[in-house]
């Protein structure tokens, strides 16, 4: 294979340059991490898995209209997206208490909310991607007012559009990041959804049984992360036909 530019190596992905113009490779590496990477572990098969359920979300996303950078998947590790500029704000959706929200305000995990709240969150590893307000993000410029009722909107057409592909195999949406970046169709400017939506960015709890089907399963010691995604990839019928599970080999007699 001829060597590729690498763009940029971060904690679970890599993009190198695309084949044209405006496009780049989207890599799904097994590296997970957790606690601003203070825990570190190699999953192998999780970048199989959140590549396809990536593909699964994004296609998903652009087919009730909701503006994606996905443009196809390339093979088990690898997809074709548009190039963006990221908005430096992880965008983070709640529909239930868990994780840091039950922390800062004594919620205890499960709580239901009285309607989605969307936070933001400086991306800079440096600082622990900190909270931030509405406030902070005008006055340093991060984006503007446009961009933060425009990144609303799209965070709320995401959860509703998860949620429900959710409830429909059983699992319930508890919370989930994503991020944004913008693109130029000329002089015009759109935010479109970008990097990935995984198991990795989501909290996502068996309805049943309330086991964690999530980046919760390595963040806490719960047990197999790959075993985790792709009950969640099996359930909704993206499970690659040559990725097995993560068990043990069986004897077939
Ligand atoms: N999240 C993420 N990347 C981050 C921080 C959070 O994907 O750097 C996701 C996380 O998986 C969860 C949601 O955003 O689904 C809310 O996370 P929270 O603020 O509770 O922080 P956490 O407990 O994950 O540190």
Known sequence: MARRKKVYEGKAKILYEGPEP????QYFKDDATAFNAQKKDVIEGKGVLNNR???FFMTGLAQIGVPTHFIRRLNMREQLIRSVEIIPLEVV????????LSQRLGLEEGTPLPRPIVEFCLKDDALGDP???EEHI????????????DMVALALRVNDFLSGCMLAVGIKLVDFKIEIG??????FQRLIVADEISPDSCRLWDMETGQ????DVFRRDLGNLADAYTEVARRLGVLPSNVTPASKPTLIN
């Open 22 to 25: 405006g496009t780049l490779v």
């Open 53 to 55: 359920l990536s593909e």
């Open 93 to 100: 959706v709640r529909n239930f208490a868990a994780g840091t």
């Open 131 to 133: 909270l931030v307000a």
């Open 138 to 149: 005008i006055a340093f410029g991060w984006a503007s007012q446009q961009d933060l009722d």
């Open 182 to 187: 913008r693109i130029w169709d000329n002089d």
């Open 212 to 215: 964690k089907l999530d980046k």
